[in-house]
Structures are given as C-alpha cells and as structure tokens.
C-alpha cells in the first residue's frame, strides 16, 4: 500500500504543478484568480509532503500541518466569494477573514501543543481536521445555496471537487477519531481524490472569466449552514463517545464504537427530519442574526400617513403615486381587470398601453391570478425558467422600461396589476423587497375597494333619496287626487247646494296650493321644508273627520277644549287623514272609528280607535312602520304610517299602536306641551 500511496500523491503533485503553469500562462491577474493560484499551491505543498512522509519515514504531524494549512486557504477562497473586496490590502482587514484566521490559528495551536503535552496523543489532531473539514463544508454549502444560477453554472465543479476532499477527510478522520489510529488504506487514497478534482476546478477557473462572484446571505442560506452544522457536531460527539466506547470495551471496543456511530447516526437523520427541529431553527436564526431591511412599523405608519394626506385628484392617482415611491420608479400605472380579456388604466404616469399590449396584460393577469407573484423582470430576463408557463415578449416590456409587476389582490380576489417602471438599470428583488411590496399593494388594495365601495353606496343614497322623494310626491298626488274624486263623486247630488259649490272651491284651493308644492320640490329635487305655523288642533281634527265622513263607517269626534300647536298645518292634517283613513278601510261599514282629544300635564293625547279587523304583534313590531310595506296592494305605497311616525317624532312626540286582531286598534298620538300654546 506503501507504494500505492507513493504513486497516488506523487501524481497529485504532477497534476496540481501543471495546473499552477496553466495558471501563470493564463495572467488572470484578479484577486479571485491569484487566490486559486495560492490556494492550487498549498494544495500541491501538502500533496508533495504526503509524497516525501512515505518515502522518508518522518512523522506524519508535518502532512497534517499541510492539510490545516491548505483547508484554511481553501475556505479563506470561499469567503472571498461573499465579498466585495478586490485587493490584498482591503482583503486583510476584512471583518470575516480576519475572525476565521483567528480562529484557525488558536485551534491550530492549541491542538497541537494538546498533542506534545500529552506525549504525542493525536485524538485532539484527529477532532482539529473533523471539525476544520466540517467547517469548510458549511461555508461551501453557504456559498452555493445563495448563489444564483449563473454563478452556480460557474462554481459547481469548484463545489464538488472540495467538498468530495473535505468530506473524504471528515470521514477518515472521524473514524480515526473512533478507533484511536489512522486507517492508512483510506489516508493512501487521498492523492487519487486530488488527482480526480482537478480537472473540476480547472473548469471552474475557466468559466469564472472577471473573477467576481458576489453571493448574498440569505436566512434560507444560514437555516441550512445552521442544520450541516449541527449535523457536524453532533457527529464530533458522537465520534468522541465511540472513542471513549473503543478505549474502555478492550476486544469489543471497535464493534461498540461502530454499532454506537451507526444508532447515532439514525437519530441525527430522525432529528433533521423533524418539522418542529427545522422550524425552531429557522425562527431562531430570523430573530437573532438578522436585521431587517425595512423597518416595517415605520413604512406602516408612513404608508398610512401618505394615505390620509394624500391630495391627488383621486384614488387610483394615490395608490399608484404611494407604491411608485415604494418601488422607486420614475413611471407606473394601474389596471383594473375588467373581465377575463378586457382591461381599465385606471392611472397612468408615463405608460401607456396600446392594443397591441393586450395580449400581454391578459398572459400577465393570468399568470398572477394563478401564482400570485411579483414579477421581477430584471429577474424575469436573466432567468426566465424561475417563472414557469410565463412568457412575456421582452422587447415590448424594455420599450416601456417596465421594471416590476406587482398584482393587487383583495381579499383573495384578483383586482389588477401596478406596473412600475424606471428610467435607470433596475436591480433585482430581494425576499424583503416583495414582502414590501406585497404588503403595500394589499393595504393600497383594500383602500381602493372601500373607496368604491363609498362610492357606490354614495350613488345607491341618491337613488334612494330621490325614490323616496318620488314616493312621498306620489303619495301626496293620491291624497290631492282622491280629493278632487269627491268632488266629481258628489257633483250630481249635492251640486245646486251653495254650501257645496263653496267646499268645492275650497278643495279646489287647497288641492292647487299642494299641487304648486309638489312641482316646486320636482323642481329642486327635494322635498320642500316644513313650515310651521300656529294651529287651532280642535278645528284641524273637526275638519279632517268631516273630509272623511264622506265614507263610511262614519267617524265619532270627540273634542272637548281648545288646542293651539306650533307645527305644520299640512303634514299633520295629511298625518291624521291617514290614520283615520286606514281605520276606516280595517273596518266593516257597520263598525265604529272613533277621533278623541285630552290634555294631561305633559302632553296633548290624539286617540284614533277602531273596531276592525286589527293587527298581529309581530305585524305591528316588523312592518307596520317600514316604509314601502304595504298591504293594499298596489293601491298603497307602505309610506303614510311611516311618514305619520316620521312627523310625530321630528316635533318630539310619540306615536304608539294597540291592537288585537279580530278586535281592533287603537293609535294614540303624543304631542308635547312644548309643541303648544296655551
């Protein structure tokens, strides 16, 4: 094995000398490129001290001192591709370098002065290599999982080719770890690994041609780092046990050891797969090691300040103006989806969307219907594939410099799309920038929706006030019109009696003056104020029962006194009209209604009793003063109680109903003392 061993390292060395002549030939002069150079030469360093250890019998501490040398350089390039530095000056002071050399240095150190003061005990050696192989593995790992997928094209062979050594190493040296040596069959297999990754990171150093591989760190990136790494650990424990397993079990020691290493190993699967385990480590890497970029009380209370001041013309102007600001663009628009091929700028600011585009919106509205992205078209045009079954005509998009398509849901409804734009070179989204974003176009969204939703309730208001105007006109025609009617109805019997002719003409009167206020609140659209005036109550009851005694069954007055109000002669004449009216029609023609008036300390009692059909209690509570309920039929608009009970209580009174079904009703209307004079 001796030989084998030789043989393997030897050409290792060959292969990793041409590559550095390779290297010099290429005079790539970026920092990227001369730490590859550095990195290849420690590389070949270690590989020709394995070489001379076998064929010179020296002790195998000198290979390892390579080794941790040659890992440390390694995973120094490995920060470097997390950094922005492009010097050798600026590079040593960075904060990261100078913390892993730190650290690399007292681990170093402190193992092997742990080795010599033990007399030459390599278990602490052993436990340096795991855990310098474990923490190159995690910076590997961090690197390519934040990489995007140009650069990923770029570094996987470099990725495999020193991940496949570290882990090769991390496993020798754990299982040394376990039964106190080295097994040389593995540790001679180290040169063919070299040989076999070289041509991996030849390929990488080709294809990385400015020597710029900026990698951002995500909280996805650390989760992961953070699981390797506890992975790593409890490995290096597990090793450790195996140790102490294999130290104290003397014949069995080694079967102990590996059946301890193969349990453990199941746990750690077990545990890693855990749902709860991952998730608690990802909420404690959120709160502990990351700041936000957004401070998002603050762009909260900005966002609801901008709202409430907001003086643009109207409410799309705002949202698209607020979410502009957001984004940072100099143009943007909103557009409503109509239906599913028919669109609505609602805003624009420097777009404009010819038919052309149409197609587009539609692909577009689809698309963010069904996944509910922001779409990212700096992203979009980099790496099309990250958006499945999108496909967007780009040289329409860039003509318009549209730089981010933000939808617009409310609730889960699809709404629209804010399309933003920039002059300048758009940089891409990160995962705050959306979350951002999102949340904007939600709270934008919502304030949309109730802004039409005032709206339309603001318009059904004046429908409503114009059909209740319309109702209360109409109802005042019906009054004037069955005026008349008894005019034309009693015309033939009564027309040569002079007191007649004057009732006429007095009705005609009346009938005339009510008719000149219906067109006068046609004419403003609104129903005209109520005048008040002093009111003779005794004469008004009096002369409203004579009106309806024209029908039958008759009305019995009683009214005792004399009664002076303050209220609109009108209203209340048409109010208690109707009362007696509707007493009368719930009453058979050999019934009664009967009209009584009183004084008590308080207030004037107007009773109006019947002995008709009369009213449930649920009629009473639920429909009786509903407006435009009604039980006549066509004959009646449902308004004459409801406006009896409108006015009784403007002038502060009260209207009450008693009633039995088959037995009768009883109205009894309240009018304050404050509503008369003595």
């Known amino acids: 094995m001796d030989s084998i061993g030789f043989l393997g390292f030897a050409f290792a060395s060959v292969s990793y000398l041409i590559f550095i002549l390779l290297l010099f030939a290429a005079r790539n002069k970026t920092l ?3 730490c ?11 590989n020709v001290v394995a070489t001379l250890q076998i064929e010179l019998g020296f002790t195998l501490q000198w290979v390892m001192l390579a080794d941790s040398i040659k890992i440390a350089c390694w995973s120094i390039f490995i920060l ?10 600026r590079l040593v002071s960075n904060s990261y370098i100078k913390r892993y050399t730190t650290i690399w240095a007292c681990l170093v150190s402190s193992c092997w002065l742990l080795t010599y003061t033990l007399n030459f005990s390599y278990e602490f050696l052993f436990l340096l290599f795991i855990v310098l192989n474990l923490w190159a593995l995690v910076l590997l790992e961090q690197l390519y999982r934040s990489a995007n997928s140009q650069v990923r094209w770029a570094i996987w062979p470099l990725v495999i080719a020193i991940a496949s050594t570290s882990l090769f190493d991390f496993v020798l040296y754990a299982q040394a770890m376990m039964i106190n040596r080295l097994d040389f069959d593995f540790w001679f297999s180290r040169g063919f690994i070299s040989i076999l990754v070289v041509p991996l990171i030849m390929i990488s150093t080709r294809r990385i041609k400015n020597g710029t591989v900026r990698i951002f760190v995500s909280r996805n990136v650390v989760f992961y780092s953070s699981m390797l790494m506890i992975a790593g650990l409890y490995l290096i424990v597990m090793a450790i046990v195996g140790y102490v397993l294999s130290y104290l079990g003397g014949k069995w020691g080694s079967v102990f050891s590996v059946g301890f290493l193969v349990l453990g190993g199941v746990v750690l699967v077990v545990l890693l797969a855990t749902e709860k385990l991952r998730r608690n480590v990802k909420v404690f890497i959120a709160k502990n090691f990351f ?39 100099t143009h943007g628009a909103i557009v409503k ?18 038919e052309m585009f149409t197609p587009q919106l539609i692909h577009l ?9 922001i779409i990212d078209l700096a992203e979009y045009t980099e790496t099309p594939s990250i958006y499945p079954d999108l496909s967007l005509n780009l040289m329409q998009w860039q003509d318009k410099n549209i730089s981010v398509v933000v939808p617009i849901f409310i609730g889960k409804t699809f709404y629209g799309l804010f399309i933003l734009g920039t002059d300048k070179q758009a940089s891409k989204l990160n995962w705050e920038d959306r979350d951002l974003f999102f949340a904007v176009s939600k709270q934008l969204g919502n304030v949309l929706s109730l802004h039409e939703a005032n709206d339309k309730i603001a318009e059904s208001k004046q429908f409503d006030a114009f059909n209740r105007m319309s109702a209360f006109l109409v109802h005042d025609l019906k009054n004037i019109q069955a005026q008349l009617a008894l005019i034309t109805t009693n015309a033939e019997k009564h027309r040569d009696n002079p007191e007649f002719i004057d ?38 009851i009096v002369k409203v029962v004579k009106q309806r005694n024209v029908k039958r069954p008759l009305v019995d007055c009683n009214v005792n006194g004399n009664y002076k109000v303050v209220v609109d002669e009108e209203v209340l004449f048409s109010v208690l009209n109707h009362l007696i009216q509707n007493a009368q029609e719930a009453t058979a023609d050999d019934g009664w209604v009967k009209v009584s008036v009183k004084n008590d300390s308080s207030d004037i009692q107007i009773t109006i009793e019947d002995n008709g059909t009369g009213m449930s209690k649920s009629f009473i509570e639920k429909r009786l003063f509903k407006p435009f309920d009604t039980t006549k039929g066509n004959a009646g608009m449902g308004i004459g109680v409801y406006e009896a009970k409108q006015f009784i209580e403007s002038i502060s009174g009260v209207i009450k109903v008693e009633s039995e079904e088959g037995v009768g009703t009883k109205f009894i209307v309240n009018i304050p003392t404050s509503s008369v004079l003595d």
């Open 32 to 34: 990227l490129a001369r």
């Open 36 to 46: 590859i150079l550095i990195c290849t030469f420690t590389t070949l360093t270690a």
């Open 80 to 89: 470097i591709c997390n950094t922005e530095e492009r010097t050798f000056r």
């Open 291 to 329: 700041a936000n970029k957004y401070e998002y009380r603050d762009e909260w209370l900005n966002l609801i300040g901008k709202i409430e001041t907001s003086t643009a013309e109207n409410n799309y102007q705002m949202a698209t103006q607020l979410m502009m600001s957001k984004a940072n663009a």
């Open 337 to 354: 989806q109509i239906t599913n091929t028919q669109f609505e700028t609602k805003y624009s600011d420097g777009l404009t969307f010819e």
């Open 365 to 373: 509205c689809h698309f963010c219907k069904r996944e509910g992205w």
């Open 503 to 540: 009732d006429v003409f007095e009705t005609v009167d009346s009938a005339t003056e009510r008719l000149d206020k219906v067109l006068s609140q046609l004419r403003n659209k609104q129903v005209a104020q109520a005048k008040h005036n002093t009111v003779n109550l005794s004469e008004l």
